[in-house]
C-alpha cells in the first residue's frame, strides 16, 4: 500500500460474459451458468451489427454477462483465478491496468460443480481497477476526466494482483 489513501488500487467490477454465437437452447444453458456461478441474474446480450453470413441480425440475443462490484467481487475473483492455476499473462493487461482472462470450462471453478442440463462451456472474466476518485469520470454533474497521474499503469495493476491475490504473472 501507499502512503497516500488515494494511491490504493481496488476491484470496481468483475465481468463475468459467455458468447454463445445463437439464441435459443445455447443461450438459455450461457444463462444458467452464470447464475450458478455468481448467484445473480444474468442478462443477454444484443447484438449492435448485420453480418448474413454468420445469420446475426440487430436485436439477436447472442451472449450472457453479469457484473459483480463491491464484495461480491472480492468474493469470486480468488475462485476465478484458482481456476486458471494462479497464472496470468503480462499480455491479459491493457495500458490502463484492468485485466481480462479466459476458463475453458466451469468446471475448474471451486464451488461449481458439473451439471449435465447445461454440459461443458467456458467463459471469459474481465476485470476494472480503480482508485479513489475515479467517481469523477462518471458523475452526471461536472463530469471530468482523470488527471494522468492518477491513471492505474500496467505495472501498478500487475504488482496489485500479484500482492493482492498470490497470482504468477508469466
Same mark, same amino acid.
Given at each position: 500500500?501507499? /502512503?497516500?489513501?488515494? $494511491?490504493?488500487?481496488?476491484?470496481?467490477?468483475?465481468?463475468?460474459?459467455?458468447?454463445?454465437?445463437?439464441?435459443? #437452447?445455447?443461450? #438459455?444453458?450461457?444463462?444458467?451458468?452464470?447464475?450458478?456461478?455468481?448467484?445473480?441474474? %444474468?442478462?443477454?446480450?444484443?447484438?449492435?451489427? $448485420?453480418?448474413?453470413?454468420?445469420?446475426?441480425?440487430?436485436?439477436?440475443?447472442? !451472449? %450472457?454477462?453479469?457484473?459483480?462490484?463491491?464484495?461480491?467481487?472480492?468474493?469470486?475473483?480468488?475462485?476465478?483465478?484458482?481456476?486458471?492455476?494462479?497464472? *496470468?499473462?503480462?499480455?491479459?493487461?491493457?495500458?490502463?491496468?484492468?485485466?481480462?482472462?479466459?476458463?475453458?470450462?466451469?468446471?475448474?471453478?471451486?464451488?461449481?460443480?458439473?451439471? %449435465?442440463?447445461?454440459? +461443458? +462451456?467456458?467463459?471469459?472474466?474481465?476485470?476494472?481497477? /480503480?482508485?479513489? !476518485?475515479? $467517481?469523477?469520470?462518471?458523475? *452526471?454533474?461536472?463530469?471530468?476526466? *482523470?488527471?494522468?497521474?492518477?491513471? +492505474?499503469?500496467? #505495472?501498478?495493476?500487475? #504488482?496489485? *494482483?500479484?500482492?493482492?491475490?498470490? +497470482? /504468477?504473472?508469466?
Amino acid at each position: 500500500m501507499n /502512503q497516500n489513501p488515494m $494511491r490504493n488500487i481496488s476491484i470496481e467490477k468483475v465481468t463475468l460474459s459467455l458468447g454463445t454465437g445463437t439464441s435459443g #437452447e445455447k443461450l #438459455e444453458k450461457a444463462l444458467k451458468l452464470i447464475n450458478k456461478i455468481t448467484k445473480l441474474k %444474468a442478462v443477454s446480450t444484443k447484438t449492435k451489427k $448485420r453480418i448474413p453470413t454468420w445469420g446475426v441480425r440487430p436485436g439477436l440475443e447472442i !451472449g %450472457a454477462m453479469t457484473t459483480l462490484r463491491r464484495k461480491k467481487a472480492e468474493e469470486i475473483l480468488p475462485k476465478l483465478l484458482k481456476a486458471v492455476d494462479n497464472k *496470468i499473462s503480462i499480455n491479459k493487461f491493457d495500458k490502463s491496468g484492468n485485466f481480462s482472462f479466459g476458463i475453458p470450462e466451469y468446471i475448474y471453478i471451486d464451488g461449481v460443480d458439473y451439471d %449435465a442440463s447445461i454440459g +461443458i +462451456i467456458g467463459l471469459n472474466v474481465a476485470v476494472t481497477l /480503480q482508485k479513489p !476518485g475515479y $467517481r469523477i469520470k462518471r458523475r *452526471i454533474i461536472r463530469r471530468s476526466k *482523470i488527471p494522468k497521474k492518477h491513471l +492505474i499503469t500496467k #505495472e501498478e495493476a500487475v #504488482e496489485y *494482483i500479484k500482492n493482492k491475490f498470490n +497470482i /504468477q504473472i508469466d
